[in-house]
């Protein structure tokens, strides 16, 4: 019983992956062409590049740096499609990507340092990213923002904004009082210029006059 649960569930899952590797996007045409080239099915180009990099990730060198960089090139060159496009839907979409994934890097700031050192970190992050940048109807991002990200937000909104007016007023009186001081410094250079120039030229009249 428990064995054909789970091969139902791993079917399901097949046929999920199998849908989304269908969809029209920018991943599914790089699929597409490499599946004319190479006359290999998108699942099994898309199961030996998952495997591959799913090995590299945990015995391979610099898999930070391959998390990091998966995890914003695919989306920002989504998000600038989104801009230059007439549509509203897809820019709410990555504009949620972006407030999860920001959200994302400062836990990781504060837990980086213990849970780099397991072996699968890196693996289950870019499964994580994977998940939130997916266009799937589960999309990890939406999830998260709607059941966590904006429950917090609406909670304490008010305190936000409070702090945000409170930062504007500093920043502006910052900018304000570095005006004022490179006015008067400005002032106290060009007086003490004219007053180098009037001396040097005193001291060439005595000269000529001597």
Known sequence: MATKKALSGFENMRNQVEKFLYEKNAFTDVLEVLEKRTKVKRLYLFSGVAAFLSLYLIFGYGADLICNSLGFIYPAYCSIKAIESDRKDDDTQWLTYWVVYGSFIICEFFTDILLSWFPL???????????????????GSQMIYSKIIRPFFIRHEVTFDSLMDKAKEKVAGAVDEAKKIAHDNAGKIASAGFETMSSLNDGDNRDKSE
């Open 121 to 139: 970190y890196f693996l289950v992050k870019l499964l994580f990213l994977g998940w939130c940048m997916a266009p799937i109807s589960w999309n």
